[in-house]
């Protein structure tokens, strides 16, 4: 919490020290590590106005800042001498070289078509030198050391900048970009390596302050969302911008513009951020910081939250036409396996915070890849099918031991028909399957041995060549195993077009088929079959499918799922690349959990813990780094991401309070959160 309220931010070179002014003048260094506050604070000085612009050398030891009249230099919080500043000029804005040898002004002048001037003190001879800024069509806005050797000053009017010499202020290259009027924000990167502007549209261009940039072919441009910013950043290098839109951060890479972009990350409860109050931290673009108020914010783009454990998993990329991973839990929350888009590969992790001892492994798997996945209801033991059907058990102590194993079932037409979803029904003693066909065995699940079998409809009969490796949203079971629900996708085989929800009695038999266009996943919460729509509405039918009992609030934009535990809804979206999650007894919107940037919405997976207390998703590896995977085993470019949400209230809590450090506000609550303010804010003990 800065003194007053900030005006300015910036950061050093190193990213280990924030700088902030506020409007009553007070200028502040802030120590940073790993993307937190140090606890290393103190007040450097003081200006007599609102600090506009403020600046230092690498580590953070030079600082200096200015107001709208004067300019003030300090070196390890003692007064140092500034530069020689023209007459009748005004500063507006200032650098301090990397090495923190150089201060550099720039100053503009109130008389009309008289340009402003840039001014530079050498500190090892106390000289100034100056430069007027003829070049230039507006005042100067900003300014920015790239190395010792170099500064680049630009006016962000028309979008015109020029590099110049140090020390010898010499202009060596420069050019007008061409802003115009509709310029809503602008920003220089803190090594004057690129410039860009809004315009309030959902792509953002980005200029290098080399060559001749034209207005119309950006070298750089990146993805974000449309509307009225008050601030804008640029990162080091030009690979990262964030805008600052209302209350919200929308952060994104830049990317060619012919290439795909990735979209914007978006990190809520930023507050209103004023215009030079936000800025990249060190040389990369996944630090942030902001300010609002009176209250900095950092940012850790590499940390995707507070409530999350995040670590890596070898789940290879698989592409577009593949299933997502697929993901299941332990009923008791300690163990995770996973199976990739392909069936090609099995992964299991132990779950748990940053140091838990992860499980061996012995033994070999009997069984010709994988389809899907059941955990016994002791969670002792984990039941892997293939897709032929057979199955293969895996044990769990100190290490997981591949044991037992059973036969593929019976299949002399060799049809595809690979299972897409298993489950224990409450006696303990029986396992039901539905498979892609929407068939469903029911077995002995100590043996294997399959006890009777329910045919599904007969418009998805397998072929020889038929399914691919399943998708586990498409299908559903309820808890007694009473029905099962397939979704019907366009096909040959289905004339109509459309997509169809067959709901099958596992009692009698009958099917019941239903429209279902639109429809992108499905599954039983209890007696209800959740339909989750394209719209974002989910469709509440019952058990049999035959009423439609209500329409609730879904994932907007749905990409993956829904998951339920009873409590809870979960999907993830495609465009932000987040998880939605809904409560939904109230059949409200809990938040959005962001996920690590990936190629296709189906790259993915995720699993409710059976207790509610978390979430887990596991997303694969970048596509492009498994097409030829290392022989040495995979690298960490070719590891998935596995991320372990905590949602239980009590750790939401015991975090906010930690994060913050005292009680918090009901004002801290309406910066953050789009609801009404609790009766109490304590944080307990």
């Known amino acids: 919490r800065a003194a007053g309220t900030v005006s300015v931010v910036a950061a050093s070179q190193s990213g280990e020290r924030a700088l902030t002014g506020t409007r009553s003048g007070d200028v502040e260094v802030w120590g940073l590590e790993d993307g937190r506050f140090t606890g290393h604070h103190r007040r450097v000085g003081g200006l007599p106005g609102s600090v506009e612009t403020v600046a230092s050398d690498a580590d953070g030891r030079v600082v200096a800042a200015s107001d709208d009249r004067t300019v003030s ?122 410039i860009s502007y809004s315009n309030k549209a959902s792509s953002l261009p980005v200029w290098p302050s080399r060559g001749k940039p034209e207005v119309d072919a950006p070298e750089l441009v990146a993805d974000t969302e449309p509307g009225l910013p008050s601030a804008l950043a640029v990162s080091r290098g030009g690979t990262h911008v964030a805008l600052a839109i209302g209350s919200t951060l929308r952060v994104s890479r830049t990317h060619g513009p012919d290439e795909k972009g990735s979209g914007p990350l978006t990190l809520s409860g930023a507050g209103p951020v004023p215009a030079n109050a936000v800025t990249f931290l060190g040389s990369g673009g996944d630090r942030l910081l902001s300010a609002s108020s009176e209250f900095l914010s950092l940012w850790d783009l590499r940390q995707h939250t507070r409530i999350a454990w995040e670590s890596n998993i070898d789940i290879p990329g698989c592409g577009l036409s593949c299933a997502p991973p697929q993901v299941a839990v332990a009923p008791d929350g300690q163990d995770a396996a996973f199976i990739d888009g392909s069936g090609d590969k099995l992964a299991m992790a132990r779950l748990g915070p940053p140091g838990t001892k992860p499980r061996g492994y012995e033994g070999t798997m009997q069984i010709p890849g994988f389809s899907t996945l059941v955990w016994r209801p002791d969670s002792r033991r984990l039941i892997v099918l293939a897709p032929d059907g057979s199955a293969q058990r895996v044990e769990r102590g100190k290490k997981w031991r591949a044991a037992s194993s059973w036969p593929p079932v019976p299949n002399p037409l060799r049809l595809s028909d690979p299972p897409a979803l298993a489950r224990y029904l409450p006696d303990g003693r029986t396992l039901a399957e539905v498979h892609m066909s929407g068939t469903v065995w029911f077995r002995d699940a100590a043996s294997g041995k399959p006890l009777r079998k329910v045919d599904g409809p007969r418009s998805m ?136 940037e990936h190629n296709f919405e189906n790259s993915t997976g995720l699993a409710l813990i059976p207790d509610g207390t978390g979430l887990v998703t596991a997303t694969e590896a970048d596509y492009s780094e498994t097409d030829s995977p290392s022989a040495d085993g995979p690298t960490t470019e070719e590891l998935g991401t596995l991320i372990q949400w905590r949602l239980d209230p009590r750790d939401w809590i015991s975090t906010v309070c930690a994060t913050a450090g005292r009680e918090l506000r009901p004002r801290d609550w309406e910066q953050h959160m789009d609801s009404p303010t609790p009766s109490s804010l304590r944080c307990g003990k």
Not at 165 to 171: A, M, N, T, Y
Not at 494 to 502: E, F, Q, Y
Not at 525 to 542: C, E, F
Not at 546 to 564: C, F, I, K, N, S
């Open 73 to 194: 230099v300090w070196t390890a919080g003692q007064s140092s001498p500034v530069p020689s500043l023209p007459e009748e000029q005004t500063p507006a804005a200032v650098a301090v070289s990397p090495s923190g040898r150089f201060i550099a002004v720039a100053t503009e002048s109130a008389r009309f078509q008289v340009p402003g001037t840039l001014s530079v003190l050498d500190r090892d001879s106390g000289r100034t030198q100056q430069l007027k800024l003829a070049d230039l069509s507006l005042d100067p806005s900003a300014l920015a050391f790239d190395g010792d050797e170099e500064l680049v000053v630009s006016e962000f009017g028309y979008g015109g900048w020029n590099r110049v010499s140090v020390p010898r202020l010499k202009r060596t290259a420069g050019s007008t970009i061409g802003f115009g009027v509709h310029n809503s924000a602008s920003a220089l990167a803190p090594d004057g390596s690129h």
């Open 461 to 596: 009969a397998p072929t020889a060549d038929g399914n691919r490796h399943p998708s586990f949203n498409q299908v559903a079971l309820n808890e007694r195993g009473s029905y099962a629900a397939i979704l019907e996708q366009r096909t040959a085989d289905n004339p109509s077009g459309k997509i169809v929800l067959h709901v099958i009695s596992t009692a009698s038999g009958r099917i019941r088929t239903i429209p279902a266009d639109g429809a992108r996943g499905i599954t039983y919460s209890g007696d209800h079959l959740l339909i989750q729509h394209d719209s974002g509405s989910v469709k509440v039918r019952s058990a049999s499918g035959a009423r439609q009992l209500d329409t609730a609030e879904g994932v907007d934009d749905p990409a993956v799922g829904p998951v339920t535990d009873g409590r809870l809804l979960a999907g993830t979206t495609v465009k932000d690349q987040a998880v939605r999650l809904l409560d939904l007894a109230s059949q409200t919107g809990i938040g959005t959990l962001p996920l690590p």
